[in-house]
């Protein structure tokens, strides 16, 4: 660490003052300051500024998925700074690196989605899918199709359109670009099916998105956007075959149908991409983030059809879109080089081994009297806490049931990710066997304490 840092946990927190976290409640950082300041990372293991040493256990923010400090990717990224530091991808520019990823990208995407549109972050990537498709739709001479369907229980992105396909309450108290998204049911059979059988269940999810279609007309509607599988929402998988159905549905609409895989692409789920191997669908564009890099550079990508691109490409038009560091020389190095680990190492071919084995060492957990439901698959996983079993009921919020969990685990070396009642979990792909059944046995210890902690009568 640079010396005119600041080294100890006080200095750091003293200078954290000035920082803005997101996500966070401010109010309650300006009381206590932050918790953890991680110093540095190798492997799957973070050091926090007391020199703890801790199992990361989300992955940095379900990123970090070649693990930390990996030297091919640190020296990539180093030589590309010292070859070219920067150079833009706009107008008639390009440079050797990002032109070389995107080439990558359209040989690992399913079927013809060849063309790739750099940005800087997911949500990003996303917004511009929607701004991309209405200047499509302009094109093809079909103005009204602006509309965007997306789900309850999603999550896209904090800008301002991003987080209007958010689920609501994620953007409670703040202003967003409400009028231009329709949120469908959540696919969430264990919460939202009550007295069906998932089949039934999946029936009305795909009679909803009918229905809203019809109600609000298809001529109006540019697409549907869909996370493979719920992360922030609470890691919340569909039943099975309704990936397909809603694609069915958006192509017997003319709606276009879009994946945010910023999460389960570059391994998360065992493949480079889950829409085609993993839920049987063939988007129109996959959204890209996180794991593309493994969190070295930000880099995110929009990559779409070439029917799209030849539709923004032909005649008498300008792609008025693009920001400045649109695939920087440094995101699609660390890019190409982590594509390259991922390939020699077979990552993907491992999770699939791997993945299973930590998604049942969790789902083990099941019988525990506070965990309503695990779910998840592979390195994406979920842990939803409840107060009573049979009814579902959840704890009182101000119990911060997910936060006690989370700051146990922590005391005993597992970084997890609290959110409210649910702990997520999505380390890195390069977990051991062994450190598998480490988070399994923290996680036993710490929800088991917890339970022996709660207040009387509280479950
Ligand atoms: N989509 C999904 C599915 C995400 O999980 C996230 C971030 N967690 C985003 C979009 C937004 O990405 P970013 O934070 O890089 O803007």
């Known amino acids: 660490m640079s010396s005119d840092l600041p080294q100890t946990t006080e200095d750091i927190l003293a200078a954290d003052a000035h920082l803005v976290q997101s996500w966070a409640d401010l109010n309650a950082l300006k009381q206590t300051g932050a918790r953890t300041a991680i110093v540095s990372a190798k492997g799957v293991m973070v050091r926090d500024s007391d020199g703890n040493e801790l199992l990361d256990g989300i992955g940095g923010l ?120 329709r949120h469908l049911r959540k696919p969430h059979f264990w919460r939202e099916g009550g007295d069906m059988t998932e089949a039934e269940f999946l029936n009305a999810l795909i009679d909803d998105m009918r229905t809203e279609i019809e109600t609000v007309g298809a001529e109006n509607i540019a697409c549907f956007i869909q996370e493979p599988i719920m992360g922030a929402g609470g890691v919340i998988v569909p039943p099975k075959g309704y990936h397909r159905r809603a694609q069915d549905l958006c192509r017997q609409y003319d709606i276009k149908f879009v994946a945010d895989e910023v999460v389960t692409a570059f391994g998360r789920l065992g493949h480079f991409f889950a829409s085609e191997a993993v839920f049987d669908t063939r988007p129109d564009i996959i959204n890209i983030a996180k794991g593309v890099t493994s969190g070295y550079q930000p880099l995110a990508a929009t990559i779409m059809t070439d029917e799209i691109h030849d539709v923004i490409s032909g005649p008498d038009g300008v792609f008025t879109h693009g920001m400045t560091y649109a695939g920087h020389p440094a995101g699609a190095a660390a890019g190409l080089a982590n594509i390259a680990l991922m390939e020699t190492e077979k990552l993907p071919e491992r999770v699939r081994h791997t993945g299973p084995i930590f998604e049942n060492t969790l789902r083990a957990l099941g019988d525990l009297d506070i965990v309503g439901e695990v779910r998840g698959s592979h390195f994406m996983m979920g842990i939803e806490f409840v107060k009573d079993k049979a009814k579902k009921t959840l704890f009182d919020a101000g119990l911060n049931i997910g936060m006690r969990v989370a700051r146990k685990a922590q005391d005993k070396g597992l970084v997890a990710r609290p959110l409210g009642h649910i702990l997520i979990l999505s380390p890195p792909l390069t977990l051991t066997e062994e450190q598998i059944a480490q988070i399994g046995e923290i996680l036993r210890e710490s929800i088991t304490e917890v339970m022996g902690e709660l207040p009387r009568g509280a479950f």
């Not at 379900?62 to 706009?90: M, P």
């Not at 390009?94 to 060849?114: C, E, I, R, S, W």
């Not at 199709?145 to 800008?159: C, E, I, N, P």
Request: hydrophobic fraction near 35%.
């Open 62 to 181: 379900w990123c970090v998925n070649v693990g930390h400090g990996r030297k091919e990717i640190i020296d990539a990224i180093s030589k590309q700074l010292s070859t070219l530091d920067f150079y833009s991808t706009f107008y008639t520019f390009t440079h050797p690196t990002a032109a070389a990823l995107a080439k990558k990208l359209a040989q690992l995407a399913p079927g013809d989605l060849n063309r790739v549109h750099f940005s800087n972050s997911g949500s990003v990537a996303n917004d511009g899918a929607v701004r991309i498709l209405h200047h499509y739709y302009e094109r093809l001479g079909r103005p009204s199709k602006k509309l965007v369907l997306s789900r309850h229980g999603a999550y896209h992105g904090s800008t301002y359109l991003s987080i209007a396909m958010t689920t609501p309450p994620y953007s409670k108290g703040w202003s967003r670009a409400e009028g231009i998204v």
